[in-house]
C-alpha cells in the first residue's frame, strides 16, 4: 500500500479483511475471497527464506501432517489434496519437511535459487531405516 | 424494551442523578463500570434504574477502572453506545485506555466527577483528574451544576458518535460540590431526550460479521505520526462546528443555551477571571456585586476544555487588559494549565494583556467570595498599571505564609 | 446454539478454510500461529477475536496490513480479555434491542494472550471475566517468556530457564521459581471448561477447543507454544519439541471440567526423561553442567509429583 497522507485513510487507523461482503467466510476458499490491499494475504514474506520447501506430489500420501503443523498458511491443500507450496506466504521454517513421514520425504529444502524441476529429477530415493 | 420514567418538569437532583438520568434517557447498550468517590452514585443509580427495568442494555460492573474503560471500548468497537464514569485515582488508573478509546476514534462518553489526585489521599473535588486527561484526544465538557451536568451528556454523545467526529467526550462536574449538591433541574422527558442524541448509527463495527474489522493495531515510525496529525486535526478543526450545531439544537428544543466560552460581563471588562467547575458561579455573584460597585469586571467560563476554544477566547478577551487564570489543581513546578493556554492564546494579540495565576481550591478547599473580591482587585490593579502588580502565580486560601512564584 | 463443525481426521479438517492468513511477521517455525489456526479452524462459526499486547498481536496487525480475516481487537497488553468481553456485553445488549446485522448468526468469541498478558499483567482482567462468566474463551500462547519484547522471565518460566531477566551465570541457574500453576487457578474460577493443549497434539486440541465453544460461560485454554527464538531451538524443530514436551509430561495434556471434575486426555506410551526435553533446548543447556545437577533431578522429581497428583485428581473425580 502506498503511503498515504494524514488526510486519505480511515479514521482509528481501522483495517477491513476484505473489500465489500464476506457472508460465509469460513467456507469461502482463499481463491474465492475478495481480500483488501490490507489484508496480509495481499503481502509477501519470501525475501525471508534462505531455503525453500520443494514438494514431491510422487511420493506424497495426503496426509496433511504438513498442512496442519504449517504456521504460514503455505500448505495449499484442496479437496483433501496436498496440492503445492504457497511460496508467497512460506517462510521457510522447514517443518512440513520434518513432519513429512513418507520415505523419502515428498517435501525436502533447498536452495532459494535451485531449480524445481532440476530437484524434482534429482529427488533422492527410498532410505533404509537405521538400526 | 425499557420501561419510561415520567419526570417532573424541574426535579431535585443532584450532579451524579442529573448524569446517571441522561445515561438512562439515551438507553445506553453497554456500560462497563467500576464506582470510586464521588461518582459512585452514578454506577449506583444506573445499577438502580436496571434493577427496575428502566434500562435494558447491559451493565458489566468490571474488577477495575482499566477494565471498566477496556470493556467500554470493545463494547464500543462491537459497535453500540457506551459510557461509564469514573473520579480521581479511577480516573488515573483509565488513563492508558483513555488513549487507545480516542486513537480508535471510539465515541464513549465518560462523565468525570473530579477529585484531587493522591498522595496525600483526598476524596474531595478538584481538577486534578481533568488535568490527566486533557492531552487524551477526548473532547472534555465542563458542567457548573447539576443542570449542566445533564444537558452536557446529551450534548456530549451527539457530537462524539456523530461520523464525522467519532471521538470520546468526557462530561465534568465538581465532585461533591456539584456531585452531591441537589438542585433544581429542569428536565427532558425521556423521548425527546432519546430523539435529541438520535438512534446509535454504527461505523466499522466489529459486530458486522459480513465485513470484519482490525481495530487497535500497531503503527510504527512510518505510519503512526500521519494517524494522530489526523486525530489532532480532527479534533481541532471538526469538533467545534458539531458542539455549536448541537448547542443551537439544544436552545431550540429546551431554551437553555451553552457556549464554547461562557462570558459573563465581559463587554466592556478591564478585567475578568477565568475558571472552570463551580467555581465559575461563585465568580458571576462576585462580579455582578462588583459591577454594581461600578467595577468592571467580568467571568469567563471554560465550557469546552478539549478541543482548547482558542478562536473563542481571542474573542471573548477583545478589550479585556489583565486576566486572572484560575487553577484548581497543582501544577507541581509550573504554571496553572490555564494560566499557559491562555497566555499561549493571548500571546500574538495586538492588545497588551496581563496575565496572572491563581492555584486555589486544591483537595476540596472552599474557593470564598473574599477570595474572588480579592483577586479581582488585583487584576484591576494589573489592568490599570498595564504589566502586573503582583506574582505571577500565587496560591490562595492556604495555611502559612503567603506562597508565591515570580 | 451452532452445529459444531465435523473433522473426523486430519484430511477432513484440511478442507477448512483458514481465517489467519500469512505473511504475518511472526518467527519462521512459531507456534502461536499453528495454535491459532487450529482453534479458528475448529469452528466454521463467525468470530470475535481480540488479541492482548504480544507476539501475536504485534505480527499480525502491522499498519497498513491485518492477517484476521475475522473482527479483531487490541487495546493492551493487560486487557485482550475484557476487550473480547465488552464486544460480548454488546452483542448481548444489541440482540435484546434487536439491533444485530445478522441475527440468525451466533458469533464465538475468543481473546488471545501470551503468558506475559495472562499470567502477569492481565491476570486481573482475566479474572474478573471469569467471575462475571461472560460467554468466552480465552487462550493462553504459553511460551513461558516474554518473547516479543526479547526473552524476559515472566512467572510461567519454568524453574532452571535461562532468560535476559533471569539469566544463568556464574552463581546462578538462571529461574529460580517455579511456573504458576494457572490451570488449577482458573478452575477455582469455576469456569465451565479449563484445558492445558498442545498444538503438536492437534487431535486433542480440536476436540477441547470444540467442548470450549459448546459450552455457556468463560473457557480457559493454556496453549503450549514452543519457542524457536527464546528456548532456542531450530524452527523446523518446533513440533518435535512440543512432542518432547507432551511425552515427557513437562505439558500434561487434561481438562478440568465445572471447576472440579478433572481428565487426563492424553497418556504417552512411552513417557520419555524430562532431561530429553530440557536438553532439546538452549534455555536449558546450562543445567547439563554438574553443578545444577540437583536442578534436573529436582525437574523430573517435580514432573513424576504434578503426573502423580494428576491421576489422583482423575481418579477420584473429584
Redesign the interface.
Known amino acids: 500500500?502506498e503511503?498515504?497522507?494524514?488526510?486519505e485513510?480511515?479514521?482509528?487507523?481501522?483495517?477491513?479483511?476484505?473489500d465489500g461482503?464476506?457472508?460465509d467466510?469460513?467456507?469461502?476458499?482463499?481463491e474465492d475471497?475478495p481480500y483488501s490491499?490490507?489484508?496480509?494475504?495481499?503481502?509477501?514474506?519470501a525475501d525471508?527464506r534462505i531455503e525453500k520447501p520443494v514438494f514431491n506430489k510422487d511420493y506424497c500420501i495426503?496426509?496433511?501432517?504438513c498442512?496442519?503443523?504449517?504456521?504460514?498458511?503455505?500448505i495449499i491443500?484442496?479437496?483433501?489434496k496436498m496440492v503445492g507450496v504457497?511460496y508467497?506466504?512460506?517462510?521457510?521454517?522447514?517443518?512440513c519437511?520434518?513432519?513429512c513421514p513418507t520415505n523419502p520425504k515428498s517435501l525436502l529444502m533447498f536452495a532459494e535459487q535451485e531449480d524445481e524441476d532440476k530437484v524434482l529429477a534429482e529427488w533422492p530415493t527410498k532410505e533404509k531405516k537405521e538400526k | 424494551m425499557a420501561e419510561k420514567q415520567e419526570l417532573r418538569d424541574v426535579e431535585v437532583w443532584d450532579g451524579n442523578m442529573a448524569a446517571s438520568q441522561a445515561m438512562r434517557q439515551v438507553q445506553i447498550d453497554v456500560v462497563a463500570a467500576y464506582p470510586i468517590t464521588p461518582s459512585t452514585p452514578i454506577v449506583e443509580n444506573y445499577g438502580n434504574f436496571l434493577a427496575n427495568g428502566y434500562v435494558d442494555g447491559e451493565f458489566v460492573m468490571v474488577e477495575s477502572e482499566h477494565g471498566a474503560m477496556s470493556g467500554c471500548i470493545g463494547a464500543s468497537a462491537a459497535g453500540g453506545r457506551v459510557a461509564t464514569a469514573t473520579s480521581s485515582q479511577g480516573f488515573a488508573l483509565m488513563v492508558e485506555t483513555l488513549y487507545q478509546a480516542s486513537?480508535?476514534?471510539?465515541p464513549i462518553v465518560l462523565n468525570v466527577v473530579n477529585r484531587a489526585l493522591a498522595a496525600p489521599l483526598n476524596v474531595n473535588g478538584d481538577h486534578s483528574d481533568m488535568y490527566l486527561g486533557r492531552d487524551s484526544g477526548w473532547i472534555q465538557f465542563d458542567a457548573y451544576n447539576p443542570q449542566d451536568a445533564y444537558d452536557l451528556n446529551f450534548i456530549a454523545f451527539r457530537v462524539a458518535e456523530d461520523h464525522e467526529i467519532?471521538l470520546p467526550a468526557m462530561v465534568h462536574q465538581d465532585g461533591f460540590l456539584t456531585s452531591h449538591t441537589a438542585q433544581g433541574v429542569h428536565t427532558i422527558d425521556d423521548d425527546t431526550a432519546y430523539n435529541f442524541v438520535g438512534d446509535f448509527k454504527p461505523m466499522?463495527d466489529m459486530l458486522d460479521?459480513?465485513?470484519?474489522?482490525?481495530?487497535g493495531?500497531q503503527?510504527e515510525e512510518?505510519?503512526h505520526?500521519?494517524?494522530k496529525?489526523?486525530?489532532h486535526?480532527?479534533l481541532m478543526t471538526k469538533v467545534f462546528p458539531r458542539i455549536e450545531a448541537a448547542f443551537d439544537a439544544f436552545e431550540k428544543l429546551t431554551g437553555r443555551r451553552y457556549n464554547i466560552v461562557e462570558q459573563y460581563n465581559t463587554e466592556d471588562a478591564d478585567a475578568v477571571v477565568v475558571c472552570m467547575g463551580t467555581s465559575v458561579e461563585t465568580a458571576v455573584e462576585v462580579s455582578n456585586e462588583l459591577c454594581a460597585e461600578g467595577k468592571k469586571v467580568g467571568v469567563i467560563g471554560i465550557r469546552v476544555v478539549r478541543p482548547w476554544p482558542h478562536a473563542q477566547l481571542v474573542e471573548a478577551l477583545k478589550g479585556v487588559t489583565a486576566i486572572g487564570a484560575l487553577d484548581r489543581s497543582s501544577p507541581n513546578g509550573t504554571f496553572g494549565m490555564l494560566y499557559n493556554e491562555l497566555a499561549g492564546t493571548v500571546v500574538n494579540g495586538e492588545e497588551k494583556k496581563v496575565v496572572t495565576n491563581y492555584v486555589y481550591g486544591l483537595g476540596g478547599r472552599d474557593l470564598t467570595k473574599v477570595h474572588l473580591r480579592e483577586i479581582f482587585a488585583e487584576l484591576l490593579a494589573n489592568a490599570e498599571a498595564g504589566k502586573p502588580t503582583t506574582p505571577l502565580q500565587q496560591l490562595i486560601g492556604v495555611r502559612g505564609p503567603k506562597i508565591s512564584f515570580h | 446454539m451452532s452445529e459444531i463443525k465435523k473433522i473426523k481426521n486430519?484430511?477432513?479438517?484440511?478442507?477448512?478454510?483458514?481465517?489467519?492468513?500469512?505473511?504475518?511477521?511472526?518467527?519462521?517455525?512459531?507456534?502461536?500461529?499453528?495454535i491459532v489456526?487450529?482453534v479458528l479452524n475448529a469452528?466454521?462459526?463467525?468470530l470475535i477475536l481480540a488479541a492482548s499486547t504480544g507476539c501475536l498481536e504485534v505480527c499480525?496487525?502491522v499498519?497498513?496490513?491485518?492477517?484476521?480475516?475475522?473482527s479483531w481487537i487490541h487495546i493492551g497488553f493487560e486487557n485482550g480479555s475484557t476487550a473480547v468481553a465488552g464486544a460480548e456485553a454488546m452483542y448481548k445488549a444489541l440482540k435484546n434491542k434487536g439491533r444485530l446485522k445478522q441475527p440468525d448468526r451466533e458469533p464465538k468469541f475468543v481473546a488471545f494472550g501470551g503468558d506475559g498478558a495472562s499470567y502477569d499483567i492481565g491476570f486481573q482482567w482475566i479474572s474478573g471475566c471469569f467471575e462475571r462468566g461472560h460467554n468466552m474463551m480465552y487462550v493462553v500462547l504459553d511460551n513461558e517468556v516474554y518473547a516479543n519484547t526479547g526473552g524476559q522471565r515472566s512467572s510461567s518460566t519454568p524453574i532452571g530457564a535461562s532468560t535476559t531477566t533471569a539469566p544463568a551465570g556464574r552463581v546462578s541457574y538462571g529461574e529460580k521459581m517455579h511456573k504458576k500453576n494457572m490451570m488449577q487457578i482458573m478452575a477455582a474460577h469455576g469456569s465451565p471448561y479449563v484445558a492445558q493443549v498442545a498444538?503438536?497434539k492437534?487431535k486433542d486440541m480440536i476436540k477441547k477447543i470444540q467442548h470450549g465453544f459448546s459450552v455457556e460461560g468463560p473457557v480457559f485454554i493454556n496453549a503450549m507454544s514452543a519457542c524457536?527464538t527464546e528456548w532456542k531451538f531450530l524452527?523446523?524443530?518446533?513440533?518435535?519439541v512440543s512432542d518432547l514436551a507432551t511425552d515427557s509430561l513437562v505439558f500434561p495434556l487434561y481438562e478440568i471440567i465445572d471447576g472440579t471434575k478433572l481428565n487426563i486426555t492424553y497418556r504417552p506410551k512411552n513417557v520419555i526423561p524430562v532431561k530429553d526435553y530440557l536438553g532439546a533446548q538452549g534455555r536449558f543447556k546450562h543445567l547439563f553442567k554438574p553443578e545444577n545437577k540437583h536442578v534436573l533431578d529436582e525437574w523430573q522429581a517435580r514432573v513424576d509429583r504434578d503426573w502423580e497428583y494428576l491421576q489422583r485428581r482423575e481418579e477420584a473425580s473429584v
Open positions: 500500500m503511503n498515504n497522507g494524514w488526510n485513510f480511515e479514521i482509528g487507523a481501522m483495517l477491513r479483511s476484505f461482503a464476506v457472508s467466510v469460513a467456507t469461502t476458499l482463499q475471497r490491499r490490507s489484508n496480509s494475504f495481499t503481502a509477501s514474506v525471508w495426503d496426509c496433511q501432517f498442512w496442519i503443523y504449517c504456521p504460514d498458511i503455505s491443500s484442496r479437496d483433501k504457497d508467497d506466504h512460506c517462510k521457510g521454517c522447514a517443518i519437511v520434518e513432519v | 486513537g480508535m476514534r471510539l467519532r466499522n460479521l459480513d465485513h470484519p474489522v482490525t481495530h493495531v503503527t512510518d505510519w505520526y500521519e494517524h496529525a489526523r486525530q486535526n480532527d | 486430519l484430511k477432513e479438517f484440511s478442507t477448512s478454510a483458514d481465517r489467519f492468513e500469512g505473511a504475518n511477521l511472526l518467527c519462521p517455525g512459531c507456534a502461536h500461529s499453528i489456526r487450529e469452528t466454521n462459526d463467525d499480525t496487525a499498519y497498513p496490513y491485518t492477517s484476521w480475516d475475522a498444538p503438536n492437534w524457536t524452527p523446523e524443530d518446533t513440533i518435535a
